[in-house]
């Protein structure tokens, strides 16, 4: 009898072959992904392990040049320099003063600065050097921070430095600053401004102070047009018998201290249609024009009531008009200027120019144009009466003899 395979113990349903390839397509992008990660992995710490380890700079020191404000900045390079021809050797350089959040950042291949800094504070500087080039496959390689910090030595408690230390450069012509006595400073102390910016050999003394009761209590710089646009580096010290005073530092900024003179030859006309028309000239001084903008208000007499000003435009143009909003006898109109964000951040208002004019309401023009009319007509009316009073005295019949006052 011929052999018959059976087909109940391995029995297999048709759709099997089917379900187990769907399931390994299903498994393939998972098996792929896995795949995937490790090669990556292994190509990154291959390559990792090739790269050239670099060494960070040495001897970081700071100094003190004597500016106050600016501190020199040096390094050294690595000790392995030499031996990284093929790569690229930089440095990013960070400094702050202590109490900042944020880093100041520079990236350079030199290996000294000169950066300002607040010297009532903490200087903070960190720098690592930067590996790039055929050493590293392309790969930019960092090394460890290295650290440095600054302090200059300071004398005295805080509330023996001067207190509301306040600047103004007027005009763009002379800078005044004003201060007054510290808290804990003794009669008769005896104070002293310095300043430095790029351009001087070194810190230079006031030579024109502000003086109350024989205390020096200000200074007046003038000749500061190449201080203009960097910094102001200043220092008011102060001296006493037995008491050591606290130095105030600070870092200026000229075009943002600035305050122009008021606006010159205000000139205010009316229209036929009742509009304002303002004109006005920019103030004297060294004042750039083009650095100038100007708020012009104005304010009308509504009678027994108080007027108030209110603005009405900010412009950098000399002229506008201006709609009147009622029929008032008086108008003022007042305009001032400062210096605009062109030019500077922020700066200081001028004091107004003013000028108060009066207007004649229409009422007041149809009643100037009815007294002429009245007046003649009264005129001829008492012509007419005189000379009707001058017939009834006159006898009948006979002519009327002219008589003094008729």
Known sequence: MPYAPSHTCCRTSPSAPAESLTSYLQMAPQRLYTLSVVLLWGCVVASSSSHTPVAPPRDLQITDPGLLGPLDIEWKPPPDVQTLS???VK???????TGDT????IFTRRLKFRVGFDLSRTAEVKVQTLLEGWCTSGVEVQSDWIYATFQVPLQGKVESQVQNFHCIYHDWEYLKCTWQPGL?????AHYGLYYWYEGLDQAAQCDHYIQDHGVNVGCTLRNLSQAEYQDLNICVNGSAAATPLRPLYSTLRLHNLAKPSPPRQLVVSVSAAQELRVAW???GGQTPPQCLEYEVEVAEDLGEAKAAWAPVLTQMETACTIPRANQSHISCVRVRGRTNIFCADQGFWSEWTQECFSVSRKEDEQLFILIPVILGLSSSLIIFMLIGQCKKRSPEGKPSQASVGC
């Open 184 to 188: 804990l400073a003794p009669h008769g």
């Open 102 to 105: 944020d880093w100041k950042v």
């Open 281 to 283: 000239s920019p103030p």
């Open 91 to 97: 440095y990013k350089f960070e400094y702050r003063n």
């Open 86 to 88: 093929e790569c690229t």
